[in-house]
């Protein structure tokens, strides 16, 4: 049981933690500010979710944890190499979770709540969902991957149609913005499959693997908010106009159409 006032001194914790990352360099505070913001919106994300769900006020406060720490180590991971790019650095979700356990952050929990917690952090960045958790451990997962995903889709349709945006090579993850689009990313989206990350050579198939998120997401609620807030779309208007971007384009907009009814899962 997690009551309220534990979750206000989790969020004073946090709330002071990033405060010692403050930079003095904008293009880093930029970085910062980021996450923070992200942080705060995947709080309200998973609570929207989780009230579809009917979840009890207990059960919403502790997912409410899980999205308030699944990305506290992306700040100590900036801050020792400049890069969100965890196959360059190291794992931000492991990062975060020993960052956690030095700082005897979910001490007053008890322990089978924590543990749902760090197996809801480390299992948020996988590419796909293994199943060797219990039934609540995999739900308040596949909640945190939901919400995680739905305010990745703000941040990065926000960035592609600012037009003062400076190019934020961190968010690109540094990737060429070359015309083409790979073999390997067109053929995982025709098969309805998450783009496998090595199949990633530019900015084009990021933007696609992105669109492709729809294929692994849990709850109907979270594909109501995809189609209200019109994300696939607006990826889609940043793309090039191509036979292969149209195909998988309109492979991606059946599947939401299809789960309408809210039938997924
Ligand atoms: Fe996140």
Same mark, same amino acid.
């Given at each position: 049981?997690?009551?309220?006032?534990?979750?206000? &001194?989790?969020?004073?914790?946090?709330?002071?933690?990033?405060?010692?990352?403050?930079?003095? !360099?904008p &293009?880093?505070?930029?970085?910062?500010?980021?996450? &923070?913001?992200?942080?705060?919106?995947?709080?309200? &994300?998973?609570?929207?979710?989780?009230?579809?769900?009917?979840?009890?006020?207990?059960?919403? /406060?502790?997912?409410?944890?899980?999205?308030?720490?699944?990305?506290?180590?992306?700040?100590?991971?900036?801050?020792?190499?400049?890069?969100?790019?965890?196959?360059?650095?190291?794992? +931000?979700?492991?990062?975060?979770i020993?960052?956690?356990?030095?700082?005897? !952050?979910?001490?007053?929990v008890?322990?089978?709540?924590?543990?749902?917690?760090?197996?809801?952090?480390?299992n948020?960045?996988?590419?796909?969902?293994?199943?060797?958790?219990?039934?609540?451990?995999?739900?308040?997962?596949?909640?945190?991957?939901d919400?995680?995903?739905?305010?990745?889709? /703000?941040?990065?349709?926000?960035?592609? +149609?600012?037009?003062?945006?400076?190019?934020?090579g961190?968010?690109?993850?540094?990737?060429?913005?070359?015309?083409?689009?790979?073999?390997?990313?067109?053929?995982d989206?025709?098969? /309805?499959?998450i783009v496998?990350a090595?199949?990633l050579?530019?900015?084009?198939?990021?933007?696609?693997?992105?669109?492709?998120?729809v294929?692994?997401?849990n709850?109907?609620?979270?594909l109501?908010?995809?189609?209200? /807030?019109?994300?696939?779309?607006?990826?889609?208007?940043?793309?090039?106009k191509?036979?292969?971007?149209?195909?998988?384009y309109?492979?991606?907009?059946d599947?939401?159409e299809?789960?309408?009814?809210?039938? +997924?899962?």
């Amino acid at each position: 049981m997690i009551d309220q006032e534990t979750l206000l &001194e989790l969020k004073k914790w946090f709330a002071d933690y990033v405060e010692t990352f403050q930079s003095d !360099v904008p &293009e880093d505070q930029l970085n910062i500010d980021l996450k &923070e913001k992200h942080t705060r919106l995947v709080c309200k &994300e998973i609570i929207d979710i989780g009230r579809s769900l009917a979840l009890s006020d207990s059960d919403l /406060r502790l997912a409410e944890i899980t999205a308030l720490f699944h990305d506290v180590g992306r700040f100590e991971q900036y801050a020792r190499y400049r890069s969100f790019l965890d196959i360059e650095t190291e794992n +931000h979700a492991l990062l975060g979770i020993r960052i956690l356990r030095t700082n005897h !952050v979910l001490d007053a929990v008890d322990e089978e709540t924590r543990d749902l917690i760090f197996y809801a952090i480390s299992n948020h960045n996988r590419a796909c969902l293994t199943c060797n958790g219990s039934e609540r451990q995999l739900l308040f997962t596949k909640l945190l991957r939901d919400a995680d995903k739905l305010d990745i889709w /703000r941040v990065v349709t926000e960035y592609y +149609h600012d037009d003062n945006r400076k190019r934020n090579g961190v968010l690109e993850l540094n990737l060429p913005d070359t015309p083409e689009i790979s073999v390997g990313v067109y053929k995982d989206l025709m098969e /309805r499959k998450i783009v496998k990350a090595e199949h990633l050579k530019n900015l084009n198939d990021f933007k696609l693997l992105q669109i492709g998120w729809v294929f692994d997401v849990n709850f109907p609620k979270t594909l109501q908010l995809v189609r209200e /807030r019109k994300y696939i779309e607006k990826i889609y208007k940043v793309l090039p106009k191509s036979d292969k971007v149209a195909k998988v384009y309109k492979t991606v907009r059946d599947y939401l159409e299809k789960n309408n009814a809210g039938h +997924h899962n």
